[in-house]
């Protein structure tokens, strides 16, 4: 094969997506004129489950006229709890940092092989889960409850039943974010993070759970925009586009001889720096195989010929493409096959009871109560008021959304004498004098949270809250680590996120309707002290 025939394959390196819940004209003509290696989702793609199967489905019909030896790769980041896309009519499981707190490694087991039945019966045939990074910094602004927690065996050890439990059902797993993206303190969708640890630390911490789960027989591996100047010596240079991260210290030190793709290449770690074009081509010689370019059409094609580009200077080697390309068919032979497509539906088992059950019991077993100075559990006939809060804070892997259901919602199931109160996104100081007015007629006040920071409302808000004297019962619905900010709260609950069957076991918990058994995976330090 010479590099003529090589370049036609160019695009089987290449993962792309689009607006819209139907397959554009753009995407029929990547598919047919450049032979993409497949497409990523994203909620803004997805409607109901019939209307996802049409779309899946079209793309493998274009692919099978295209001639393709085997179906795309269709894709997407169903890690579950905060950064899930399907919707309507599917299962909202835990996420990662939920199922840790159970301490039940089945849970990680079970939940992902009903999102993987899930998966299948939707054609996606590629779930970006699960998680390994091992979120030690309460800061982190874009991990947190990803992770299944911050000690590296627990995460090394739910990380290998949950990718056991997706291949299970059939479905190709992604290891991420690698070499580790749990104690950064910046968003890589926004900017490059450092993490700056030693390579014993990064051994004995970030790495452990990548490496068990290579071990167990890992499908694909995301690397991290991240710099690690303790492999790689260049400065600046994310593990995406780093040789020594890729080849060196995943493929040749770690063994692994499976696909690497990248995060998406248009995220400001690497659009703002080398460029999304140039990244392609950096990557595929660091000893990445996929490239993900997630949104831009323009950008697209403009990656697919800086890449040929690159392979006829000569700046890209046939051999490291042909390599690539013997990995990714590796894969798809055991994954994928035109009679294993569904094309039609057969939702046996999406948003089943079963599925359901399993979700609450899950729930059940996650919802922590951290704190509880004789206040729990309220009585249905005390006065209540509850704060919800706006969403004003996103990780960027999330899709911008709104609650619609609230904490306060999932109370008013209970007991007749709640009332809520929803924070406004222009929150200021005459509403907070209002506010805080109307809560005196309470006799016990609960504060929903969504990771607080330094210079968040809700500071403020909680001291003048507990100068009224009035019991308060904080409610953690995304970031466990919020407790930091109110040391004094006299009862304090862990959600893990906002998931109405989460706020609704949390509820019950409150009013003793539920026993709820979570641990906390992460350390919370107030003062010194829990």
């Known amino acids: 094969m010479g590099k003529s025939d090589i370049s036609t ?29 497949g497409i990523i989702l994203f909620s803004h793609n997805i409607g109901s489950p019939n209307e996802l199967l049409d779309l899946t489905s079209t793309l493998q019909l274009e692919a099978k006229k295209a001639g393709y030896l085997y179906p795309l790769l269709i894709c997407l980041d169903q890690e579950n709890g905060v950064v899930r896309r399907l919707g309507n009519g599917t299962t909202a499981f835990p ?30 045939n590629w779930n970006l889960a699960p998680v390994l990074d091992v ?50 303190n910046v968003d890589s969708h926004l900017a ?12 004995e911490v970030e790495l452990v759970p990548f490496i068990e789960c290579i071990n167990e027989g890992a499908d694909t591996i995301m ?73 831009t059409l323009d950008v697209q094609i403009s990656t697919i010929k800086e890449i040929k580009r690159a392979l006829a200077e000569g700046v890209l080697k046939e051999e490291t493409i042909k390599a690539s390309l013997d990995r990714l068919n590796k894969l798809k032979e055991k994954y994928l096959s035109w009679e294993t497509t569904p094309f039609h539906a057969t ?34 006939n005390q006065k209540i008021l509850v704060i919800n809060p706006v969403n004003h804070y996103i990780y960027g892997v999330e899709d911008t959304k709104e609650i619609k259901a609230t904490l306060s919602d999932a109370m008013k199931e209970i007991s007749d004498h709640v009332e809520g109160y929803d924070i406004s996104e222009t929150f200021n100081i005459t509403e907070m004098k209002l506010l805080i007015e109307r809560a005196k007629k309470f006799e016990v006040i609960v504060i929903g ?14 001291e003048k809250l507990l100068k009224l004297g009035i019991p308060v019962v904080g409610v953690a619905m995304r970031n466990p680590y919020d407790l930091r900010y109110f040391p004094k709260v006299a009862a304090y609950l862990a959600t893990y996120e906002f998931t109405y069957l989460a706020l609704r076991t949390a509820a019950k918990a409150i009013f003793g309707k539920s026993l709820v058994s979570g641990d906390l995976p992460v350390t919370l330090t107030v003062n010194g002290t829990l």
């Open 9 to 37: 394959q160019v695009g089987q390196l290449m993962i792309v997506g689009f607006k819209g819940k139907t397959v554009p004209e753009s995407i029929i003509q990547l598919i047919h004129e450049n032979r993409i290696g």
């Open 449 to 462: 949270t969504l990771s607080v920071s330094s210079k968040s409302y809700e500071i403020d808000l909680y």
């Open 192 to 203: 490059l993070p450092v993490i700056s640890h030693n390579r014993k630390r990064l051994n």
């Open 347 to 380: 939702f046996a088992t999406l948003g089943s009871e079963k599925h359901r059950q399993l979700a609450e019991k899950v729930f059940q077993e996650s919802v922590t109560i951290v704190k509880n100075e004789s206040l729990l559990p309220l009585k249905t």
């Open 95 to 124: 996420g990662a940092m939920a199922i840790g707190a159970t301490r039940n490694i089945e849970n990680a087991f079970n939940v992902s092989f009903a999102t993987g039945q899930e998966l299948k019966e939707l054609g996606v």
């Open 223 to 295: 690397s991290a925009h991240v710099y690690f100047p303790a492999i790689e010596d260049r400065e600046n240079v994310p593990a995406t586009l780093s040789k020594k991260v890729i080849n060196g210290l995943l493929r040749e030190e770690l063994g692994f001889d499976g696909v690497v793709t990248t995060d998406c290449m248009e995220m400001k770690a690497i659009s703002e720096t080398i460029g999304t074009e140039k990244g392609a081509v950096e990557a595929l010689n660091a000893g990445v195989d996929l490239v993900m370019v997630s949104h």
């Open 135 to 184: 979120n030690n910094n309460p800061d982190n602004p874009v991990i947190g409850v990803r992770s299944f927690g911050e000690d590296p065996r627990l995460v090394a050890e739910f990380g290998k039943k949950s990718m056991k439990g997706l291949q299970r059902a059939g479905i190709i797993t992604t290891l991420k974010h690698f070499p580790g993206h749990g104690d950064s």
